[in-house]
């Protein structure tokens, strides 16, 4: 992940921060640097990965469980099988209300591994047992319901398919123009698609439509419009 090692006041923080604030949120709560920010964190990963439709969006890890229970979507620690994806939700101390919540990275021989954002002013790692009487509960976020699931245009499912030789040259990012094909030109589609609510075709093809949608994203930015 990205932000794993972010430290509060940072660069990455104040991003996690304004992702947040772009998400037109429950609460309508308009996160600071200062407030805590582990709900925040989750929403704002959801949203730059566009499945921000799946959660509850609120900077309270109460209120996102409230949200879940809404949608028959939250689940008691006693009848749940975590898998990646999972939201979890921790208790520390014994009031019943939630004041902590990560997302599963792994699940192995009943051992979670969490990444968690202001765990310690940082976006951190925790291995925790999963009978864990600090776990409150988890959440599952609806993904085979969110639209992308099976889709080719999925933000996730190029990740996931790209061979040896494209994960290891994905190091410095050329200038890109219409025309041009390959790995760098789906990474600016998949930008676009994050940050400019585009629903590109992440094809690796630069075509009208991504020059065009470049356009407009740079109009927004304020660097040169030149749909490169």
Known sequence: MTYLGTTEGST?????????????????????????????????????????????????????????????????????????????????????????VGIVNNVNSGSLTVIEGNKSDRVGIRYISFNSS???????????????SGNSDSHTDWFLSLGKYDSCTVKTLPLLKEGDKGVYVKILQLFLNVYGKAGLSIDGDFGNATKGT???????????????
């Open 12 to 100: 990455a923080h104040k991003d996690i921060i304004r992702a947040y604030n772009r998400v037109k949120a429950l609460d309508a709560y308009k996160m600071t640097v200062n407030d805590p920010w582990c709900a925040a964190f989750i929403v704002a990963i959801f949203a730059m990965c566009g499945f921000e439709n799946l959660i509850p969006c609120y900077a309270s890890c109460q209120q996102m469980i409230t949200g879940f229970l809404r949608i028959d979507r939250y689940y008691s620690n006693s009848e749940f099988s975590p898998k990646p994806g999972d939201i979890v939700f921790y208790n520390w101390d014994g009031d019943a209300k939630s004041d902590h």
């Open 134 to 148: 600090y776990i409150m509960g988890f959440a599952r976020p609806d993904y085979e319901d969110s639209g992308k």
């Open 214 to 228: 470049a356009k407009r994203w740079q109009k927004t930015a304020n660097p040169e419009q030149d749909g490169e």
